[in-house]
């Protein structure tokens, strides 16, 4: 009777001790989707030109408060934030007879802003440069009628600014805020739409959204 009750207590302890089943392997997380830098499709509201050199579209950044008036610039659909880079670049007026009467120099300071649609301000950039002669310009701007057919107009200095963008903003406008220039004509600053700046080679960096399967029918 003992040797029986033993045997049924240690067969009890067995059971009990049963390894627990594995548990199944961890699911891997999908891998990232990788960083894209595009091309921006800007709704340039009044364009300075195509450079010489370069080949790059210019557009004037003009003074103003309302987005609508602004440089407009789509984001596309992304997750998490995107980068927004542009060049920043003063706007001159080249002379040479301005030059040739010893009165060229000028200095320039402009500041710009970037809102999205609603009027929040997103960031700022800004750009700093002097003039002393043409070789201080960025470059030329072809279509117009000085010698060579370039414009009088032309980029001068280039600063990279970048600014981020949040997930839910799918377009921002840039404006112009601050202009302090002294020049041969005199002291200039921002008024409503006056031209501010020039931006160039403008573009967004972002993570696409994954593309939503169609409803089923």
């Known amino acids: 009777m003992i040797v029986s009750m033993t045997t049924s207590i240690d067969a009890s302890q067995q059971q009990r001790r049963r ?3 594995a548990a199944a392997p961890a699911r891997k997380p999908a891998p990232a989707v990788p960083l894209k ?11 300075l ?21 602004g440089v407009r610039i789509p984001i596309p659909a992304h997750t998490g934030t995107a980068s927004l880079i542009f060049d920043l670049h003063n706007r001159h007026t080249y002379s040479d007879e ?15 802003a970037v809102l999205d649609m609603k009027g929040e301000l997103l960031g700022r950039g800004a750009v700093q440069t002097e003039f002393r002669s043409a ?3 960025f470059e030329r701007i072809s279509g117009g009628a ?20 949040p997930a839910v903003v799918n377009e921002v406008s840039v404006l112009g805020e601050v202009l302090d220039a002294t ?19 403008v573009r967004v960096e972002y993570r696409p959204a994954p593309v939503k399967p169609p409803a089923k029918r």
Do not use: M, W
């Open 19 to 21: 390894p627990a089943p």
């Open 37 to 47: 830098v595009a091309p921006a499709d800007v709704k340039c509201p009044e364009v």
């Open 49 to 69: 030109g195509t450079g010489v050199r370069t080949g790059a579209s210019y557009c004037f950044v003009l003074a103003g408060r309302e987005p609508a008036d």
């Open 98 to 112: 301005d030059i040739r009467a010893g009165r060229g120099f000028a200095k320039y300071t402009a500041v710009v």
């Open 135 to 137: 070789k201080d310009l």
């Open 146 to 165: 000085g010698p060579g057919g370039v414009k009088a107009v032309a980029p001068l200095g280039r600063e990279e600014i970048t600014i981020t963008i």
């Open 183 to 201: 020049t041969a004509a005199g002291h200039e600053t921002a008024t409503q739409g006056r031209t501010v700046a020039v931006i160039s080679n």
